[in-house]
């Protein structure tokens, strides 16, 4: 049989202490004064067994599972509950669980966690006969015939789970076609995360390897689903199991932390509590102030980071109010009459998470005094987090997708002609990482880079948010870069993406992002631009490592590297289409652009007239700097009696008047034809260099020489000498070439002088 259970009176690694109770995950709903404790097993068991199950008339072994599904549903129809719960019983009659259970008790139980996140009466159906056709001799086919086609397929999704190893052995495409259920029906692995809640919690008399094996699958699977699925309340109960099982001597240092602290005469909590509650009453905002307290791992948590513990660090205030609205009311509120931490304050609900989260986060310091002192000695601020929210994005925020209802049904707002087709989920509110795993697994090469891209985004437990310069929002995992960005934004047409804009300055595409950055990717205009195989380095999401990986696959030998310029060719007829009439055999050859090495080329060899105010003096133009008319400048004399040109601002010129030499004037002769030099800094692609000497080419110019510098960080610098017929067309040179697509920035040459 699938439950790995043992006897629910057996203690088990989190014993019911008052403490542990004061930490269990709060129950989804508004009015927490009415909830209800947890059932007796054994009692269940024994009114499995015993109770009346008369024909119309509801078994009393599911009264507990009624009672919580009306809360949420008052009008459902019960009478599929009544015969799935018949059908179950009558099933697995006589199978036992490990502890000597009746095994009804376990269905049973993962529908009561089910019931009290509010999942609708489908859901309710199948996981009550989860187990039936996997345990029993009920068949799909049966189930199909007593309770529809939509309880099927949820039944038949949830067996198939049972047959899955998530381990490090799984099997990759089994795990993919289960994670493909889930995405077309989150309710599957809804059932799936109550059953492991349920087994984890009876998982006491299993011999501690097996409970060992069993924790860590949880801890590395099962919980970052229900993370992303938004189940809080299940991922919250199912660490606090997983950490007293893997790591108990550390639990119970934080058992005792609880206890001391629910010992304590005075609540800090409490009085924030009180003082919130005056004041929004004050402000006239209807709100309920409640006390959230943190759960094992949180306050195992904070311990390891903040070292001593205060009374508040061991929850949160949680205000709920009606209207979105009000939370911002509320938010302004508590800002104007308490000190508020500015560094502490996020909105989710402008921003929501990708599991759907919404809530308003805040921080408050309360001024702390020493009453064992006169006067009150003040000591440090305590802080108290606050979380703002409406009943609403309370209840999504525990249940996560349980809460969004059945994803076959259209809204209840939306007219009849909207109802879905037959077999059609449609389900608008899927939290955007379900949405993202189904094009994960359709744009996969093959299934093990499915899983181990799945197993790696897993693990991301943070997110960040970055906004386009549009104002929308993208979620990525915490340690995203550009890349990620790019692809996240524009799919598998971020192959052509050349760099990016990060907070308004550039930016590499290895860039790792911070959350609320603004990225602006820049896209190039040329459809065969290509992926570089150096971005695979730097891609943390799954869309852009398997898009990237797939291109690959596509294109053994393609993916330039990480200047982008395999493969870049400088025709001649483009680079010195004006050179000399007979230009020598070398330069009449394709060359290739090599990084770092010069690429010459044949060329005039007159330049601009230049006037040296000494008479017979030779007059050399310097290479640093290239001046040409209408540039300011002035000479030097050097070896040989030759006068160096520099431009006023060349860095040579500093240097040369702080070591005392003496300038001499010069001015400009009627001559307009100059030599410059150029540097054009750009992002890696394939073809730059064939562009810009097409552009350099189409603007008249006579390219003298070019050298490409090795990359850096996907950033190529290219330096041209170029010989103009006339100094008045630099200008639009320069706005030529820092047109073609990947060029961001063209400048004249500055070359610093040694030692300056």
């Known amino acids: 049989m699938s439950a790995e259970a043992t006897n629910p009176?057996?203690?088990?690694?989190?014993?019911?202490?008052?403490?542990?109770?004061?930490?269990a995950p709060a129950v989804p709903r508004a009015d927490r004064r009415k909830s209800r404790p947890?059932?007796?097993?054994?009692?269940?068991?024994?009114?499995?067994?015993?109770?009346?199950?008369?024909?119309?008339?509801?078994?009393?072994?599911i009264s507990h599972v009624v009672e919580a599904h009306r809360a949420h549903h008052p009008d459902a129809n019960l009478d599929p509950l009544r015969r799935a719960y018949v059908l179950a019983e009558s099933s697995h009659r006589g199978q036992m669980r490990k502890s000597g259970e009746p095994y009804i008790t376990h269905p049973l139980a993962v529908t009561l966690i089910l019931a009290e996140l509010g999942a609708e009466t489908t859901t309710l159906t199948a996981s009550l006969l989860h187990d039936t056709v996997e345990d029993t001799d009920v068949t799909l086919d049966q189930v199909r015939e007593q309770f529809g086609e939509e309880v099927r397929y949820l039944v038949d999704g949830v067996t198939k789970l049972e047959k899955v190893d998530y381990g490090a052995a799984a099997e990759p495409e089994t795990f993919r076609k289960m994670l493909v259920a889930t995405g077309s029906d989150v309710r599957v692995m809804s059932i799936k995360l109550a059953d492991r809640l349920h087994n984890m919690r009876t998982l006491g008399v299993m011999r501690p390897e097996k409970q060992a094996r069993i924790a860590r699958v949880t801890r590395d699977v099962l919980i970052p689903l229900a993370e992303r699925l938004g189940v809080q309340a299940l991922k919250t109960e199912?660490?606090?199991?997983?950490?007293?099982?893997?790591?108990?001597?550390?639990?119970?240092?934080?058992?005792?932390?609880?206890?001391?602290?629910?010992?304590?005469?005075?609540?800090?909590?409490?009085?924030?509590?009180?003082?919130?509650?005056?004041?929004?009453?004050?402000?006239?905002?209807?709100?309920?102030?409640?006390?959230r307290p943190r759960h094992f791992v949180s306050v195992h948590r904070v311990a390891r980071k903040r070292g001593r513990l205060r009374g508040t660090d061991f929850g949160r205030l949680l205000v709920?109010?009606?209207?979105?609205?009000?939370c911002y009311g509320v938010l302004g509120e508590l800002h104007t009459c308490m000190t508020p931490v500015v560094s502490e304050f996020k909105d989710f609900i402008a921003v929501p998470k990708f599991n759907l989260y919404q809530s308003l986060h805040t921080a408050v310091a309360r001024p702390q005094t020493r009453t064992d002192s006169p006067g009150g000695t003040p000591i440090a601020a305590q802080v108290v987090e606050v979380l703002i929210r409406t009943h609403q994005m309370h209840k999504v925020a525990e249940a996560g997708v349980i809460a969004l209802g059945n994803p076959y049904a259209p809204a209840s707002d939306a007219p009849?002609?909207?109802?879905?087709?037959?077999?059609?989920?449609?389900d608008p509110t899927r939290p955007g990482w379900l949405s993202r795993l189904l094009d994960w697994q359709r744009a996969a090469p093959d299934p093990d880079t499915f899983w181990s891209t799945l197993r790696e985004d897993l693990a991301q437990d943070r997110e960040i948010t970055v906004f386009r310069p549009d104002g929308g929002a993208l979620g990525l995992p915490e340690g995203a870069t550009c890349v990620d960005a790019a692809y996240a934004q524009y799919g598998e047409d971020a192959h052509a993406c050349i760099g990016a804009r990060v907070n308004g300055r550039l930016a590499t595409l290895s860039t790792v992002l911070q959350d609320g950055d603004t990225v602006q990717l820049l896209m190039g205009q040329d459809p065969a631009s290509e992926p570089s195989r150096e971005w695979l380095e730097h891609a943390h999401t799954p869309a852009a490592r398997i898009a990237i990986q797939r291109w690959l696959a596509t294109h053994p030998g393609g993916g330039s590297d990480a200047d982008g310029m395999s493969g870049t060719r400088a025709e001649p007829e483009a680079a010195g289409r004006r050179a000399d009439p007979a230009p020598s055999a070398a330069a009449s050859r394709p060359a290739e652009a090599t990084p770092g090495v010069e690429v010459a080329r044949a060329s005039r060899s007159r330049r601009a007239d230049v006037l040296a105010d000494r008479p017979g003096a030779a007059v050399r133009l310097a290479g640093c700097c290239t001046p040409v008319p209408p540039d300011e400048i002035t000479g030097f004399a050097v070896r040989g009696g030759v006068v160096t040109v520099h431009r006023v601002e060349c860095a040579a010129v500093a240097h040369m008047t702080g070591r005392g030499?003496?300038?001499?004037?010069?001015r400009w002769g009627d001559t307009t034809e100059c030599r410059v030099t150029l540097v054009a800094e750009s992002f890696g692609r394939p073809h730059l260099l064939a562009d810009l000497t097409e552009a350099i080419s189409s603007a008249g110019v006579d390219i003298v020489s070019a050298t490409v510098e090795p990359p850096s960080q996907q950033r190529v610098r290219h330096t041209y000498t170029l010989q103009l017929p006339d100094a008045a067309r630099l200008p639009a040179l320069m706005r030529a070439m820092r047109d073609v697509p990947g060029v961001y920035d063209v400048s004249r040459a500055q070359h610093q002088v040694p030692g300056s």
């Open 38 to 61: 947890r059932i007796d097993l054994r009692r269940l068991g024994r009114a499995a067994l015993l109770g009346p199950a008369v024909r119309g008339k509801l078994p009393d072994a």
């Open 661 to 666: 030499r003496a300038e001499i004037g010069v």
């Open 416 to 426: 009849a002609s909207d109802a879905p087709a037959d077999g059609e989920r449609v």
């Open 320 to 326: 709920l109010v009606n209207e979105d609205a009000d």
């Open 238 to 291: 199912m660490e606090d199991l997983v950490f007293a099982i893997l790591h108990p001597e550390e639990y119970e240092r934080t058992r005792e932390l609880i206890a001391e602290n629910a010992a304590r005469p005075d609540d800090p909590l409490a009085e924030v509590a009180d003082e919130m509650r005056g004041v929004l009453r004050e402000a006239g905002i209807p709100a309920e102030v409640l006390i």
């Open 9 to 23: 009176a057996t203690p088990g690694p989190v014993a019911p202490t008052a403490s542990a109770a004061a930490t």
